[in-house]
């Protein structure tokens, strides 16, 4: 038995499907087939029923699943300690990215990175908060960037900020913002997000509250999309505070005088992994530049 064919064991239990397995692994169907049949042969147990619809874990495939996971994990941390020991902290960490790259300190966060762990190589993948969450959850991401709450077991997370909101009105309405009322402009159309978005059940809470339903008239998954067709004069959205104030600065939008809920900006993390050495020094590396609290700085045990 190879850690290669734990590891293909685990992909394939995951995606329940070989091509997909073979698509996470940079390699091919066959190969995967060839590791899948190697470990059933040295455990001689089967572990997958194939299926029409796919790759199912048999019983034993179940309860074998959890010691793989925990053996390719030891494995991990071995190198990674060994490395910590040499006084190294190498390797490739996969951040998901659910806003601008400005907002969330990217900038600054890598340079002082690059300086204080030159080991260590960042990719950065933008996608939506729910997705990162996922990710993560799956290993495709070591780390991720989130909107709103989350209170999955598995999954360490680190609050960053309580993030601001603001209603924020195109210029040619702005007559409307300076009412206290929030029903006169639930009458305009609205920039909506999807309803994966925390920003969508965000905003249907205010709304939901007040007794209204809004003028939906566009449904955007981008926040860039969302401050363009406000600016162009679309509609009305809930927007971060800064984008408001940016708008007002600009010229282009102006803000409701009513009140604003706020949301959580977070940092997720496999609970198992959290003891890694490169994702330690990815969390030391926030607490530069994000305030996470005492409490999260406890409990992230940083060497």
Known sequence: MELNQLKTFIMVAEEQHLTRAAERLFTSQPAVSAQLKALEVSLDLVLF????????????????????????????????????IKGEVMGRLSVGINSDFSFLKIPALLSDANETYPGIKLSFINSMSPDILLDVRKGKLDTGFFFGPSTTADLHVI??????????????????????????????????????????????????????????????????SIRQLVKSGAGVSLLRMDDAEQAEAEGWGV?????????????????????????????????????????????????
């Open 255 to 303: 803000r409701w005088s009513g009140c604003y809920p706020t949301i959580a900006l977070s940092v997720a993390i496999q609970s198992r992994r959290i003891q890694e050495p490169i994702l330690q020094a990815w969390v030391d590396e926030l607490s530069k530049f994000w305030d996470i609290g005492e409490r999260d700085v406890t409990n992230r045990e940083v060497s």
């Open 159 to 224: 609050q960053v900020a309580e993030i601001k909101t603001a209603i924020v009105v195109p210029v040619k309405w702005k007559d409307k913002a300076h009412q206290a009322s929030i029903e006169p402009l639930g009458a305009l159309p609205w920039v909506y997000t999807t309803e994966r978005c925390p920003f969508y059940h965000l905003t249907e809470t205010l709304f939901n509250e007040a007794g209204i339903e809004p003028s939906k008239a566009v449904f955007v998954d981008n926040e860039e």
């Open 49 to 84: 029923d194939r299926t029409p619809k796919g790759m199912k874990l048999t019983l034993a495939g179940e309860k074998l699943l959890i010691q793989a996971q925990a053996t390719l994990d030891a494995a991990s941390l071995i190198v990674s300690q060994a490395k910590a």
